[in-house]
């Protein structure tokens, strides 16, 4: 900390230039957000939410575990706040 190690540094100075380049970062970050938001959208389709994003822009699965674990295909679906698996008509939480 400068301030305790320099007697010329002056802590209010510090602050205000931390809190300005804060204000100006989530400015700037809340327009590009905003922007891209409004341009190209920032979220999959819910068709490829529920086949997963891997599946339906890379052409494979990302995660096998669940298959490999029940020895059949898996579907995570979000219901609300909570997750759900459907593995052959079976819901396990």
């Known amino acids: 900390m400068v301030p305790a ?18 204000a100006f ?5 809340l327009l590009l957000w905003a922007a ?4 190209v959208g ?9 086949a997963g994003s891997g599946q339906t822009e890379l052409g494979s699965r990302a995660y096998h575990l ?3 674990h029940f020895g ?6 979000v219901s609300g706040s909570r997750s759900q698996t459907r593995i052959h008509g079976k819901v396990s939480a």
């Open 36 to 39: 891209l938001r409004v341009t």
């Open 72 to 77: 059949g295909q898996a579907n995570s679906t």
């Open 66 to 68: 669940l298959e490999e």
């Open 5 to 22: 190690t320099n007697p010329d540094a002056i802590f209010a100075v510090q602050l205000t230039g931390v809190l300005a380049i804060g």
């Open 42 to 50: 920032i979220r999959l389709g819910v068709s490829c939410e529920e």
């Open 25 to 29: 970062v989530f400015s700037s970050s």
